[in-house]
């Protein structure tokens, strides 16, 4: 099994700054992608930033610019900073990551879910 421990998250005003962060651990061979989504109250969960093996990373229309992703393969930990942030930022993030574990199965395991509130 494979768990996510997430930590970072809280209330902020708009326009300014937080970061989380994301550590695997368990029964893990190798990770294909780190990623984060969110999802806001009445919403699906719609992904934020993901950084797949190699360096690429996808970013959502609505962050680009603001957040970055970036992920320490050693550690096996994802971070997310959060720039710049708005209102509409505000739901709960979860942690995503996909790989294969030593029985060469692979695996797409979720975070717990971090609330994230953007309010003056």
């Known amino acids: 099994q494979v768990q996510l421990e997430e930590s970072g998250g809280g209330l902020v005003q708009p326009g300014g700054s937080l970061s989380l962060s994301c550590t695997a651990s368990?029964?893990?061979?190798?990770?294909?992608?780190m990623g984060w989504y969110r999802q806001a109250p009445g919403k699906e969960r719609e992904l934020v930033a993901r950084?797949?093996?190699?360096?690429?990373?996808d970013y959502a229309d609505s962050v680009k610019g603001r957040f970055t992703i970036s992920r320490d393969n050693a550690l096996k930990t994802v971070y997310l900073q959060m720039n710049s942030l708005k209102p509409e930022d505000t739901a709960v993030y979860y942690c995503?990551?996909?790989?294969?574990?030593?029985?060469?199965?692979?695996?797409?395991?979720w975070g717990q879910g971090t609330q994230i509130t953007v309010s003056s």
């Open positions: 995503n990551v996909v790989g294969y574990d030593y029985t060469y199965r692979s695996f797409d395991s």
């Open positions: 368990g029964s893990i061979f190798s990770i294909n992608a």
């Open positions: 950084a797949v093996t190699y360096g690429s990373t």
